[in-house]
């Protein structure tokens, strides 16, 4: 059953390529892009259009994955320090194990 969890992100892939090819067919007025001493050939503005967003994806996917990795890193330390500061405050007295309330964390980093 999990293998069909993927056939309606397939069939959205699909639609928006098909959508993606109808944006360039109707902008297929050809533009030249210029950046700095580099001057492209004419290409449709659609697919710079379609490019440029696609880059852009790419770019908030690597920010995102940097972001997250120091949410990481950050979650792992303060785990420890809890672990520590917990192990530290025991009372002297044996107090029963149901009484102690342990932090949870939410597993989403772990």
């Known amino acids: 059953m999990r293998g069909l969890k993927i056939i309606p992100m397939f069939l959205l892939l ?9 944006f360039v067919q109707a902008n297929s007025e050809e533009v ?11 290409i449709a503005l659609g697919f710079v259009v379609m490019t440029s967003i696609f880059l852009g994806m790419i770019v908030c996917g690597v920010l995102c994955s940097v972001e997250m990795l ?17 192990v530290a405050n025991k009372p002297v007295t ?11 964390a939410s597993g989403r980093f772990t």
């Open 94 to 104: 044996s107090a029963p194990a149901n009484d102690v309330v342990s932090p949870k």
């Open 70 to 86: 120091g949410l990481y890193v950050q979650n792992r330390k303060l785990k420890k320090k809890i672990g520590s500061l917990s």
């Open 32 to 42: 030249v892009v210029k950046m700095g001493s580099y001057q492209s050939p004419a």
């Open 14 to 22: 699909i639609g928006l390529t098909y959508t993606g090819m109808l």
